[in-house]
């Protein structure tokens, strides 16, 4: 499968983005489509993920003010940001996981002004 991400810009405190990341190639809805982030001088971490039958998981830093979904007919994967803070600045990468192997996408990146 390969991973094209879209979206990133930079945008003030408060304000919103949205996130894409269009599969090719490979079974979308097979896979576990997730976004994480990384951030200068730290690791990447989780941000959100969405299993093939639609169950969502958040990090605790995101709950409230995220939202990954997908959409089986474009193969496609979003994620929906508000609310968003100047510790949200990193670049995003979307990933699909499938049988404990993942695959990764080129990152786009976030910046929030305070």
């Known amino acids: 499968v390969q991973l094209q991400a879209s979206g990133g810009g930079l945008v003030q405190a408060g304000g919103s983005l949205r996130l894409s990341c269009a599969a090719s190639?490979?079974?979308?809805?097979?896979?576990?489509m997730g976004w994480y982030r990384q951030a200068p001088g730290k690791q990447r971490e989780l941000v959100a993920e969405?299993?093939?039958?639609?169950?969502?998981n958040y990090a605790d830093f995101v709950k409230g003010r995220f939202t990954i979904s997908r959409d089986y007919a474009k193969k496609t994967v979003y994620l929906q940001m508000d609310s968003l803070k100047p510790e949200d600045t990193a670049v995003y990468y979307c990933?699909?996981?499938?049988?404990?192997?993942?695959?990764w996408g080129q990152g786009t990146q976030v910046t929030v002004s305070s």
């Open positions: 990933a699909a996981t499938s049988r404990l192997v993942t695959k």
């Open positions: 969405v299993t093939s039958g639609g169950t969502t």
């Open positions: 190639g490979g079974t979308f809805s097979s896979y576990v």
